[in-house]
């Protein structure tokens, strides 16, 4: 009977207590001695102390190695609204949750839906020769037995444009080559071929678009990415094509024969399905309720594993929660993981992350994230109000002390596509940056895989995350916020 059982076991304990009390006091010391002041807690180390401990134990227990060789191998593809999406989020939920992470939780929000169907691409005249390629994401579909037409070849839309009435009834190879840099700049300067180039392209009458694919490595493979169709223009189907073959074409082109090209497409999008962002903390021991943001995007293209484009960022913010918990680095401030859905082919979940904090972004300190691959972390791209970048490169300097080799930081015009929406409510925003020479050669292909990283890059990127995130939620002055409502993402 409980009663009866309650009533013998609590004057026990109560004189088993006593009894070694009395006999050994050494055994309860502080807690159990009247008249003596608590210790004081033990005083956070230094940030050059943090910067050591950091980076040694990312490096010696290569916990996000592991983490990604199973997001990549074991879920794979996770385009927005997939079976790889959803099982990617219900892990990273379980991966914090067996990490020890506060408030973990997924935040729903609707995606897009697209779905890749068949794709075959041909040149049928001069010569009868497969051409390999890759829907473009979010692309129509052709009819079922395809689009042949005259290739006409422009390489910018000054030049697309000075076709004028010769673009009517031709499918449009953008043939333009992207340069491998070590900030990733020729991507940054083509990709408007391929998200906006099938609209201008339609504009003056083409019947599809072809894009030579954005990419920096000739290994014959197609480079998918989005598009996105301009109101009030036919939404025309659109493929990247490898650089090989936009070469062959030009080739052609340029002996002065005409070329025709069949293509069909069977993908399509499908009605808008329910999804969700990550989230997790590691609460602060002082201000709480003010938030260091960090992350990465959870989604990535169906064609490969999502290795360099996201997983490594994914990674980094989960593995920095870990990190930081395990060495008993508790910063004043808290630190957020968000794993971002659908940054791929629609950024919806940047946007909804925004919209749904609002009222709390004159909370964030600060947002980094990281999107460029595992290369070698270089520092950190800095959007925020005045002296940010200083005070972030003295901040870095601990890293560099450390042996790492991301202490710069620079001041730049974009951080991230799933923190830009942040600069709603000013919050200053960071971007790992990291050496993206080979970034390029593999994001957004089959080849995306976890054999394109280095383990102990993907360490020192950890390592660089881990503490700057550490070293903004632990400064006594947070960074110099941007002017609120400046967000240009559209
Ligand atoms: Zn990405």
């Known amino acids: 009977m409980p009663t009866s059982r309650a009533s013998v076991a609590v004057p026990t304990v109560v004189a088993i207590a006593a009894l070694i009390a009395l006999v050994a006091p050494a055994a309860f010391p502080a807690a159990a001695r009247p008249n003596e002041v608590p210790a004081p807690p033990a005083a ?10 950091i980076r040694g134990e990312s490096i010696a227990t290569g916990g996000a190695w592991t983490k990604l060789a199973w997001l990549t191998d074991r879920i794979g593809p996770r385009l927005s609204g997939s079976p790889g999406a959803d099982a990617a989020v219900a892990w990273a939920l379980q991966e914090l949750r067996r990490d020890g992470m506060t408030n973990v939780h997924g935040e729903t929000l609707m995606v897009p839906h697209w ?4 794709e075959t691409v041909a040149i049928v005249a001069p010569v009868a020769r497969p051409v390999v390629a890759a829907a473009i994401g979010m692309s129509v579909p052709t009819p079922p037995e395809g689009i042949t037409a ?3 070849e422009t390489d910018s839309f000054e030049a697309l444009a000075a076709l004028g009435d010769r673009v009517k009834g031709t499918i449009v190879l953008f043939n333009k080559v992207t340069p491998a840099h070590i900030d990733g700049a020729g991507y940054g300067a083509n990709g408007g071929l391929r998200s906006r180039g099938p609209s201008e392209a339609a504009r003056l009458g083409a019947v599809a678009v072809l894009v030579r694919s954005l990419g920096t490595l000739r290994a014959r493979l197609p480079h998918t990415g989005s598009l996105r169709y301009l109101d009030g223009v036919p939404q025309i189907p659109a493929a990247a094509i490898t650089e090989e073959d936009a070469e062959r074409i030009h080739r052609f082109i340029a002996a002065g024969e005409t070329v025709r090209v069949r293509i069909v497409l069977g993908c399509r999008t499908l009605p808008d399905v329910e999804s969700a962002n990550v989230v997790a903390d590691l609460p602060g021991r002082e201000r709480p309720s003010e938030i260091v943001l960090i992350g990465g995007h959870l989604d990535s293209w169906d064609l490969g594993d999502g290795a360099v484009d996201d997983g490594a960022g994914v990674v980094a913010a989960l593995e920095t929660l870990r990190l930081l918990k395990q060495l008993g680095l508790t910063p004043r401030r808290t630190i957020r993981a968000v794993l971002y859905m659908n940054e791929e082919n629609g950024s919806r979940g940047g946007r909804a992350y925004a919209a749904a904090h609002k009222d709390e972004l004159d909370r964030h300190v600060a947002a980094i994230e990281s999107d460029s691959g595992a290369g070698r972390p270089l520092g950190f791209r800095v959007l925020a109000g005045p002296g940010a970048a200083d005070a972030v490169r003295a901040l870095a300097a601990h890293l560099a002390a450390a042996g790492s080799s991301a202490g710069a930081a ?9 923190i830009d929406p942040l600069r709603i409510g000013g919050v200053p925003l960071l971007g790992l940056r990291q050496d993206s020479t080979h970034y390029f050669d593999w994001h957004h292909t089959m080849a995306d895989t976890l054999d394109k990283i280095d383990p102990r890059e993907l360490a020192e990127n950890v390592a660089a995350m881990a503490f700057m995130a550490y070293a903004l939620a632990e400064s006594p002055e947070p960074l110099p916020r941007l002017p609120a409502g400046a967000s240009k993402t559209p």
């Open 410 to 418: 620079d001041v730049a015009e974009h951080a991230g596509v799933d």
């Open 150 to 152: 005259e290739v006409i």
């Open 115 to 118: 779905v890749r169907g068949e």
């Open 44 to 53: 956070p180390p230094t940030l050059a102390q943090a910067a050591v401990r």
